[in-house]
């Protein structure tokens, strides 16, 4: 059994800053790449970043310059460090990862269940 557990959603004025973890425990052998997508309301659920086992980083356009995505592989997290907040950041944030558990042999994509950030004055 793996689980991804989000922590640090919540509300925040606009220009203020939030930093999501992502803690991934479990029967892992390895954790390849990492990420964090979104789901505003009423809309499809969408890339923000992603990070690779060896720290290459890959943003979405509307974040980039804004969201700074790390993880330490020591300890199996995932953090993306959001500033300068805008009202359209509003979602639910997910966390991903792709990991190799020692009972599949095989690797595939475990989901978080989920942390909203809502941005409003």
């Known amino acids: 059994q793996v689980q991804l557990v989000e922590s640090g959603g919540g509300l925040v004025q606009p220009g203020g800053s939030l930093r999501l973890s992502c803690a991934a425990s479990g029967s892992i052998f390895g954790i390849g790449a990492m990420g964090w997508y979104r789901q505003p309301p009423g809309k499809q659920r969408e890339l923000v970043a992603t990070?690779?086992?060896?720290?290459?980083?890959n943003y979405a356009d509307s974040v980039k310059g804004r969201f700074t995505i790390s993880r330490d592989n020591s300890k199996n997290t995932v953090h993306l460090q959001m500033n300068s907040l805008k009202p359209e950041d509003t979602a639910v944030y997910y966390c991903?990862?792709?990991?190799?558990?020692?009972?599949?042999?095989?690797?595939?994509?475990?989901w978080g269940q989920g942390t909203q950030v809502t941005v409003s004055s």
């Open positions: 991903n990862a792709n990991i190799l558990t020692v009972v599949a042999g095989y690797s595939q994509d475990y």
């Open positions: 990070i690779t086992h060896g720290g290459v980083t």
